[in-house]
Every structure is written in C-alpha cells, then in structure tokens.
C-alpha cells in the first residue's frame, strides 16, 4: 500500500506535465495549395509570418498540409513567429525540410518579457524529407513568451518547410541570461509548478504516513 500511495503521486505529476504537449500541425489550414500564408492558431498558439513570404503547402507535409518559404517564393531568410496569447510556454521542437538541395538552416530563439533566453540552430543536409529537431533537454525547459524560426536557404535550396511546431505548457520558472549587473536576477514558480509539486508532495507524505503506521505495528 505503501508504494502505491508514492506511485499514485509520481502519476498525477507525469500525468499533468505529459497533458501539457500540444503539436501545431496546421490541420485547418483554409486556402489552397501555394496560398499566401499569415497567421494560424491552433490550441492557442499563433504562428505569423514575420518575416520573408510564407505559403500553405498542400501536398507536402509531415504530415500533409505545412507552410513553406525560400527563394523560389523571397529571396533571404524567411521568418515566423509563435506565441500564445502572451502567456509563458515551453518550446519543443518542429519538424523541417531543405528541398532540392541541402544546407538549409533554421535558427530558434525564445523571448521572455522582450529578453532573449533560449538560441539555438540547425542544419538540413537531407534533401526532399522532413527532419525532426528536438530541443535539448535543458532548453525544452525554458519558459518564454515569444520563439521566432528564422530559415536560412543553403546553396541551390529551392524552398523548405515547417510542421508539427511542438509546444507546452510553461509551467516551469524561467531559466534565461542575467543581464542584471547586480546579479539580481530570481526565478519566481507559476501556479502550476506549485500544484504539480504539491501532487508530488501529497503522494509522498502519504507514503511517509502509512509507513510510519506499518513500522509501529
């Protein structure tokens, strides 16, 4: 009985961090094939077209349909922005293409109250395919407010797309750069953390309880 008062614990935490993923797969996106693409919400989050020209890709997908940009649509860099109505979450991962030729690359970066605290890049060198890219373990943990994903054309890429933006609930204090020069920089836990440590604790003591009872006996 013991254990299965610390399990049930354990279970009501896993639980609520598993529920808190959502996948932006832009399922309902309403134009046609090569449309102008702007802005999308799916579970709360919003991805906009910040920078560069953005279309709806209709037949090519991971799965179907994505967005997709490159110089065959603008040349340079093409830019989106992902939000959630200005509340704190958590970014995951996405998954991306380079097409006709590799070298592509995608630079993430994640802001908190206009402060950058998370950065980081990757390169496609498959061609024609999407690639999953999964934060770190560490960054996939930063609380922040607003992420661009900025794509870079390699060398002789037509074009590259975007699907399955992963986010999460940013229940997590934030771990961003201190540029306080006092270094007085806290962290401050949300309400959920609160809750979800409480379960934690809840569980535990109860396991503590019964097996302080056992031991009397």
Request: glycine share 14%; hydrophobic share 35%.
């Amino acid at each position: 009985m013991k254990r299965y008062s610390l399990l049930v614990g354990l279970f009501v935490m896993l639980w609520a961090t598993e529920t808190m993923a959502y996948t932006i797969g832009f399922s309902n996106l309403g134009g046609s094939n090569l449309s102008t693409f702007t802005s999308y919400t799916e579970h709360g989050y919003t991805v906009k077209a910040t920078g560069g020209q953005w279309l709806e890709a209709h037949v090519f997908g991971s799965s179907i349909p994505a967005i997709v940009a490159g110089p065959i649509y603008h040349p340079g860099e093409s830019q989106i922005t992902v939000t959630e109505g200005g509340e704190r979450f958590t970014f995951q991962g996405l998954d991306l293409t380079s097409n006709v030729a590799g070298g592509t690359s995608y630079t993430i970066a994640g802001f908190l109250g206009g402060v950058e605290v998370l950065s980081t890049s990757v390169v496609i060198s498959s061609i024609n395919t999407f690639n999953t890219f999964d934060m770190s373990p560490a960054d996939s943990l930063v609380s922040v407010d607003r992420v661009t994903i900025t794509g870079t054309p390699g060398r002789g890429t037509t074009s590259f797309n975007i699907d399955n933006i992963r986010a999460g609930l940013g229940d997590l204090p934030p771990t961003p750069r201190c540029d306080d020069p006092n270094g007085s920089c806290q962290s401050v836990p949300e309400p959920a953390s609160i809750m979800l440590l409480g379960a934690g604790l809840v569980g535990i003591e109860i396991w503590r309880r019964r097996r302080g009872l056992g031991c009397g006996r």
